[in-house]
């Protein structure tokens, strides 16, 4: 039986907790600077939202902003506008080494500098900026995001089949 508010827990949803409280403890806060408060945009993974991020974050002064689940496709400036060129910088750099020697063949020793390539090309400042931009976070443009956005999902256009009882999330047939 499973109740509002309480969930259980794998071995493997403690390690992604912990995981996400150590990256924002161990990365984002030595990489942000002193200025307060400032802004984080997450989307809403589970290993996101845990106690001791949150408790992080309000000691910190770091307004936590979890985007929707299932929308960051839309909202996710990363998504918008560096994940993509990212992956086509990579598949270039990947591709012309290849062609290069036939010999070539990308491994550990060679993944690194593919990697540095794509990612020299495509993170960049322009590219960070427009993705705010293209998802309306800023400058602030509520009306970026199209109406279909908020639709449904498809699951919920099914008919419910009334020789299924639901009970708690399992079906009894």
Known sequence: MHHKGQCGRTKSALVCD???TLWFKDVFLRNIGPKRPQLLIMDSHGSHEVLGLIEEAVKENIILLALPPHTSHHLQPLDKSVFGPFAKAYDKACSQFM???PNH???KATWP???KSAWETSVTPQNIISGF???GIWPLNPKIIPESAYSPAEAFEVPFSSTCDVTFGRSSQ
């Open 18 to 20: 912990i995981l996400g």
């Open 133 to 135: 931009r293209a998802t």
């Open 99 to 101: 062609s290069e020697d």
């Open 105 to 107: 063949i990308v491994n």
């Open 113 to 115: 500098r593919l990697f």
